[in-house]
């Protein structure tokens, strides 16, 4: 019942999404190889923008890729935005941060955005065939629809304003072949962003209209009758005007039968046509002058075979819509004298419905009654960040952040006979303001500090300070970093009620973290690069779903307090012929307080492998990735097995003028495993796909 399964959005009617996708952005992106750890952007960067910064890591001016020390080496090191409001290198920002490239996006065969998470240390993903969730530090809640990690594309929120959604597998409303980069910054984030920047922040830089040169056409074919494709179009004038127009759609037929021995009376077991999966999104950037014009529109519907929230079992009409559109205009100006002002306003609404077959009667056999659960959100907001460099040794970040969250609605309901059970809708705003220095002490030494103070108007005020002290000299840099965040209660906590399923928890309060770390980086000669973080994090009234045994009902309480402990490491690699990987280890122990018991869904090992190897020099690349996967607790006590899975991939270029091709196989080994439930399900452990393929063309002209 309650949307059955999670997220995303009703945004704008179809229509709307049609305009979008005639529309939209390409927000010019640069990178500032700073020579001292705070120096400014070069003022002469009239197309540069703090807000999309751009880093040559993935492709090539003509839009090919290019083996070449920038692409190849770690002598230019990469830098980052979302960590600071504006670009700095990964070693010089206040946290832990990998970023992975649209080059490593193509030749590891990354179709979509769970595979990319899955490839980063410390992260992982699951799935209830429904909605996937990530996972990060040992921490991934039954009933949390990856509310407490920000998600942002291009900058902007995309967590939404009843569930506080971030989903990391097809209803992310961005299609892999336009990622540029990934910017995953781990630690809390409040400081900066507020709520859902809980554990971290993940920003998405898409790709630009002079990336494109032009138009793309692609289509690929993948297992489970599935079908996607994608038209593109970008450039960038001579006017100064810059685009990028892209439309993609897919349908999956999924898994035409499905086996759940928790339903063993009922049809044998088996779920059949239920995993149905259709999407198609919009996504556009128009960039002139210091103006900045982005958007995108996500229409998702999917079949959903487990019989979640109680509802009927194998009947296909059981499935969820979500639809997300959104527009944010942004002005950014740097003027001569290093003070960058940027300003941006924004619109978003999402829309959910679910059609969710209940045997009311008990009978084990139709007709069913169809219940209907939907939700709805719109908010707009407005953001004014100001950067200045003082007295040399200061760069100095002020801003703040109004939202008005004016429709927050909720409904619950049978169609026949008709019963209401939900029809709740609400409003709520806040407004922020946060100030940062980033202070050069000494030639090898920056203090960064920050804070944020956040003022609902539901619950109140919050302030969330961060501190880091970073120490860089040759090729190593140490990081002593602190930080608290906070996640707002967002209105399905709160108030949401079905018949059967679930009751209304209003007077939560926000939950609160505390995050003590270490990071060191160093870079061993011109091809590696180790990374090792050690932390800590200390959870305070943590919410969570839980059952009342009075009466059976789910209901969301502040009555957790977590302590984790961790040590994440890798070593990267990357040499002039073309070859590059990276190996990774997590060891991770998740306990709630009262009583030292480990959560469940959280694993305590990853391990995790990849490797690209050229092999036709600049023509044809193959890739290839492992990961291991751990046990994780579920919530009837018992283990989700541990697992290892295996996918490779290959992936040419510039055998045939214009023409891309690649491949892939997921789960070569074919290997059976696993993710928990939550408490909506019966099932205990939710079974994954094994051996998958996908093949796909593109072509550029």
Request: glycine share 8%; charged share 20%.
């Amino acid at each position: 019942m309650r949307r059955l399964a999670r997220t995303c959005t009703r945004m704008l009617p179809a229509t709307t999404g049609y305009l979008l996708g005639a529309m939209l952005l390409a927000l010019p992106l640069t990178t500032s190889h700073a020579a001292s750890p705070i120096e400014e952007v070069p003022s002469e960067q009239t197309e540069a923008s703090l807000d999309l910064p751009e880093v040559p890591l993935s492709s090539a001016s003509d839009g090919q890729e290019t083996v070449g020390k920038e692409s190849t080496l770690f002598e230019e090191i990469p830098s980052v935005y979302g960590a600071a409001k504006y670009d700095q290198k990964v070693n010089e920002a206040p946290a832990a941060v990998i970023i992975i490239t649209a080059d490593q996006i193509k030749k590891y065969g990354y179709r979509n955005f769970a595979q990319i998470l899955d490839s980063v240390p410390g992260l992982f993903t699951s799935n209830d065939r429904n909605y996937g969730y990530l996972g990060i530090r040992g921490f991934n809640r039954p009933g949390d629809y990856t509310s407490r990690v920000l998600l942002l594309i291009d900058n902007h929120r995309l967590n939404d304003a009843v569930y506080d959604s971030g989903g990391p597998s097809t209803e992310m409303p961005i299609d892999v072949d336009l990622i540029d980069r990934v910017e995953i910054i781990k630690g809390p984030g409040s400081s900066l962003y507020g709520t859902n920047a809980f554990f971290g922040v993940v920003n998405v830089i898409t790709k630009r209209g002079r990336d494109l040169k032009g138009t793309e056409v692609s289509g690929e074919a993948s297992s489970f009758n599935t079908y996607r494709s994608r038209l593109s179009y970008g450039n960038k004038f001579s006017n100064g005007l810059e685009m990028l127009l892209s439309g993609s759609f897919s349908d999956s037929e999924g898994h035409r039968e499905l086996s759940y021995p928790a339903f063993s009376s009922i049809n044998n077991g088996i779920a059949k046509d239920a995993d149905r999966d259709n999407l198609y999104y919009y996504t556009g950037k128009l960039s002139y002058g210091d103006f900045t014009l982005l958007g995108g529109h996500q229409w998702r519907k999917k079949n959903v075979p487990t019989a979640s929230f109680g509802t009927a079992f194998n009947d296909n009409r059981q499935n969820t819509l979500d639809e997300r559109t959104y527009l944010d205009l942004v002005y950014q100006h740097e003027f001569v004298n290093q003070l960058n002002v940027k300003a941006r306003v924004y619109y978003d609404r999402y829309y959910y419905r679910a059609h969710l077959p209940y045997d009311y009667a008990g009978t084990g056999t139709p007709p069913f009654t169809i219940n209907k659960d939907s939700s709805e959100g719109d908010w707009w907001g407005a953001e004014l960040t100001i950067t200045k460099r003082l007295f040399d040794r200061h760069k100095v970040t002020i801003g703040g952040e109004y939202r008005d969250q004016f429709r927050q609605n909720q409904s619950n309901a049978d169609r026949e006979p008709p019963a209401t059970y939900l029809e709740d809708k609400r409003h709520s705003s806040f407004i922020a303001a946060y100030l940062q220095d980033e202070w050069a002490i000494a030639d090898h030494l920056v203090l960064n500090v920050g804070v944020r103070h956040d003022q609902y108007s539901t619950f109140g005020g919050t302030t969330n300070p961060r501190a880091a002290l970073i120490s860089t000299w040759d090729k190593t840099t140490i990081k002593l970093l602190y930080g608290q965040a906070f996640r707002a209660p967002n209105p399905y906590e709160q108030y949401y009620v079905a018949s059967t399923t679930f009751k209304a928890s209003p007077n939560l309060q926000p939950e609160k973290i505390k995050t003590y770390e270490l990071v060191v980086e160093q870079y061993l000669g011109d091809h590696l690069r180790a990374l090792g973080s050690l932390y800590q994090y200390n959870i305070s009234g943590l919410i969570s779903q839980t059952t009342d045994p009075t009466d059976g009902l789910l209901f969301f309480s502040n009555v957790d307090n977590i302590t984790a402990r961790g040590v994440e490491l890798a070593l990267e690699g990357k040499w002039p012929s073309g070859m590059e990987g990276r190996l990774s280890y997590a060891l991770q122990r998740t306990e709630n307080d009262d009583g030292n018991h480990q959560l469940t869904n959280s694993p305590q090992h990853l391990a995790k492998a990849n490797v690209i190897l050229p092999v036709i020099t600049d023509k044809l690349f193959a890739g290839f990735e492992g990961r291991y996967t751990s046990s994780r607790l579920t919530l009837a006590g018992n283990s989700a097995s541990p697992f290892y899975i295996l996918n490779v991939s290959l992936f040419s270029q510039r055998i045939v003028k214009g023409w891309e091709f690649s491949g892939h196989i997921n789960n070569l080994m074919n290997q059976k495993y696993g993710y928990p439930g939550s408490g909506e399900h019966v099932q205990d452990v939710i079974d994954q796909d094994g051996r998958t393929f996908w093949i796909k063309l593109k072509y550029r002209f």
